[in-house]
């Protein structure tokens, strides 16, 4: 029983009629999670600045407000006063609704992650496959949008996207077989609820799939291809400005957010953890991702475009279907939790230790 | 049925977060692949060459820092070394001390910016740049206090050094060079032996032996592909042959050695400093006597010197006047950057921005 439901059997006891029932808890939610995602994306905006700072031995933001806390919205006020320029060959129209075909799949992933315990929109009995089809949806909107800004270096972002975002799709969706097999359902309560030991470290090879491939889905150091301000300027938001550029930048560390937020959910337990609220430690597990995040970003060089292409196709899909296997043997044969985390994290040392000496990256130069 | 493609114009800079300045690609592309190459220079042309013979010799040598002006010590030197062949003057032995330390102490930061900006070039996201920017910082505090100056120094004269050292340089220089191994095994820490620098770098852009000896190269550039060239062993100007210290080579000349040869250099660097340290003489003048107007006697000179970007020369033509009637300047970036073409042949657009990175140009020196 989720809070949502709760709430509407305390309006129809309160003699609402059908309608309002159905509608006010509805509304009511998304704000509340609307409201959640913009906080926490303006608290990851001065958390990366503050933490690159320190990674980068300076100070980061300090300015506005105690230690610079309000530096994002300072930067929000100055994104909104920005002149809205549209390039004069561009496709206005495609111009104009790609930042929004970018954000909107971001704010529904939300629907099905619960960030405290019973604080979900909607249990979706598929919530993990409604979470890689929405998060899908985004780079048609990149796309639009390096289409139709007319640019050159916004275009071979836009070839970029496609080709990173399909490749890493299937490492990410069968990296999750394994957890969906573990937990004995697809919905992200039940998945939580049966974490009595999070699927880390029942699934450490799972997670790091899982992991590396969201990084990918979500433009992240080392996989910042799609906006390597050293190579394309700035990629598929080059032509941007003013608020459609802050749909982008909002989309941005809101994509790391949800991704976060569904890491939290799938691999490190949720909600659960002990003494603190479940909110809390929710909160607890999404910023120690994002600091890995920030973590990688600050040390790590780009990998290049058929670099990352085989590191989908030769090192993580391998290994995400041999997990899936190995996973699926376990559950089958009904392994204790203790015997698995042993075997898991010998069988993903072993196999990348053997990827790591048969496969290399390759690529090179290309003859004429 | 074949797919219809065509090539793909794209220019890269003058305006161009990677170009070092107002460098201008103009790049045919197939895909992602590099197939033709133009650049195109002179965005930064001031016409120094002509500029310097109106105004005496001693006026000019604030032209030599705007050159190169990350490695505005050596310029000075080079400058003024041809200007003393052609008036044969002799350099005070204290001012042939003051000026290698200078030398080496700008080799030092030159590889320190030539190295960030090439990880940075790499996606590393500016953090290599900031760490070598804080001893870098420290260089920069030596220089000021030395000439009052932080980038363009005009510190050396011709028959010697503008003004001896202030009573804090010596602890500071010594302060510097105990710390410095340390701290340049802390880089190599970080980046060395990093996974995907060298992926990134290894094997990319190779510049072989036969071409780079065959177009001219020097500095680093030549070093990397395995030519064991360094004029400060090969016809040792100066004091040079007093010290004690070895040319780092590489053995396949591509964008991995070129880091690679440039951080040995830094260690070099570093031991030439502690000899000269050692050796310099306590008192003496830094300057040989000098009239106000230099006149030197009809001749010519050519004056070289190993710069950190390479062989930089100074032809200097005497009338006899208080101006020199000609000056020309033999800039080593501009000749190893005629390799660019060969190397990036066939390589995707981001292995263009790091091969070119890898090169180490500064356009001040290119256009002049």
Redesign the interface.
Known sequence: MTLLDQFQLLLKAANWPDWAVYLTPAVVGILLIIVFILTVVIVFIWWERRL?GR????TGPNRCGPEGIFQPIATAIKILLKEDIVPEKADKLLHFIAPVIVFVPILLIFAVIPISEGAILVDLNVGIIFVIAISSISVIGIFMASWASNN??SL?AG??AIAQMVSYELPVVLSLVGVALVAGSFSMIKIVESQTIPYILLQPLGFMIFFLGCLAEMNR??F??LE??????AGYHIEYSGMKFAMFYLGEYGIALAYAGVIATLFLGGWQGPLLPPLIWFLIKVFMIFSVIIWM???????????LMSFAWKFLLPMAVINMLIIAIEVLVGTMQWLMIILNFGFAALLILLWSRLF??GG????? | MAIRTEPFYLNIGPQHPSTHGVFRLRVTLDGEVVVGLEPIIGYLHRGIEKLVETRTYTQNIPFTDRLDYLSSMTNNLAYCMAVEKVGSIKVPERAEYLRIIFSEIMRISSHMMAVGFFLNDLGAMMTPVLYMWREREKIMDMFEMVCGQRLLYNYMRIGGVSQDLPEAFMPAVKKFLAEMPRYIDEYDQLLAQNEILLARSKGVGILPRDTAIAIGASGPVLRASGVKWDIRKMDPYSIYDRFDFEVPTGDSGDCYDRYWVRMLEIRQSVRILEQAIAQIPQKGPVCADMPQFFRPPKGEAYGYVEAPKGNIGFYVVSDGSIAPYRVHIYPPTLINITALQDMVMGWKVADLIIIFGSIDVVLGEIDR
């Open positions: 690159l990674f980068q031995i300076r050159k270096y071979i070839m970029r150091c080392p910042d291809l390597a301000d050293s190579e394309i300027v970003r600050a040390t790590l060089p780009r990998l290049r475009v058929d670099q290399t990256l090179g130069r290309v003859e004429a």
